[in-house]
């Protein structure tokens, strides 16, 4: 399936839907960090997004934030995404100005960002990189 997002007409009022991207990776909670691990070499990816038991996003894991347990490789086959230190919510929301986003992901130090719905669940993500193409381009 592929999900298309609108492109701004004007830099002045664009919103986090204006600049989010599709995710096409994400991982179950209870995944282990060697099937996490698997992901991120084969699809070359650097996060995924991680999923409750209900499909609700829970939060992103990095490649580097499981770079710990990948030490121990008698402990990554058992141990699950859920258990390891992961960026959880809070998330945010299609409708939240994109200025606002582009600052709080500055002060929060982060460079991708999952977007949700009202429900809690993954519509797409949002990078500080795509955020300050979109903010800087000069206005139609």
């Known amino acids: 399936m592929t999900i298309s997002f609108p492109h701004p007409a004007r830099s ?3 919103t986090v839907a204006d600049a989010m991207d599709v995710c096409a ?3 179950a909670d209870d ?3 060697d099937q996490a691990n698997d992901i991120f070499r ?3 990816v650097e996060y995924l997004v991680v999923r409750g038991h209900d499909g609700r996003c829970e939060g992103l894991v990095t490649r580097a934030g499981l770079h710990p347990f990948l030490t121990r490789s ?3 086959d058992r141990t699950a995404i859920s258990s390891t230190a992961y960026q959880r919510g809070p998330f945010t929301w299609p ?4 200025r606002l986003a582009a600052v709080a992901m500055r002060i929060k130090h982060l460079a991708i960002w999952p977007v949700v719905d009202a429900d809690g669940y993954l519509l797409g993500v949002l990078t500080a990189g795509r955020a300050a193409t979109l903010l800087a381009a000069p206005s139609a």
Do not use: D, F, K, P
């Not at 409708?95 to 994109?98: A, I, R, T, V």
């Open 42 to 44: 084969s699809a070359h």
């Open 74 to 76: 008698w402990y990554t």
């Open 31 to 33: 995944s282990t960090v």
């Open 25 to 27: 990776y994400q991982i």
């Open 12 to 14: 002045g009022h664009l």
């Open 95 to 98: 409708s939240m100005g994109l």
